[in-house]
């Protein structure tokens, strides 16, 4: 298994919206994360774009019909969750 060369944070407010989405949903997030924890260069991910307007600075991590908004710290190699919302409503 590789090495995790990034770290993934998330909040108590992150949590609570994973239980919201049910079993499934949540564990396909969270193994998608794990997937960005790992990569050399998150943002050299298919399904990450550079948010862009009042989210400048953010990206967003498509995963099925959910999105990921998150912010990256590349001095401490750190993913910080934003929100995770259902695809429409997370702009």
């Known amino acids: 298994m590789p090495e995790k060369t990034w770290s993934v944070e998330l909040s108590i407010s992150d949590l609570k919206a994973l239980h ?5 949903a ?3 997030i969270l193994d ?7 990569a050399e260069n998150p943002l050299r991910h298919k ?11 953010f990206y967003r ?4 019909t959910y999105r990921v908004i998150f912010e ?12 995770i ?7």
Do not use: T
Not at 20 to 24: A, D, Q, S, V, Y
């Open 32 to 38: 998608r994360l794990g997937d960005l924890e790992e």
């Open 61 to 64: 991590f498509r995963i099925g």
């Open 72 to 83: 990256l710290d590349a001095e401490n190699r750190r993913i910080g969750l934003l929100a």
């Open 47 to 57: 399904d990450i774009r550079a948010l862009e307007g009042k989210l400048k600075g």
């Open 85 to 91: 919302v259902p695809r429409g409503k997370g702009y």
């Open 26 to 28: 949540s564990v396909r």
């Open 20 to 24: 919201r989405l049910g079993k499934k």
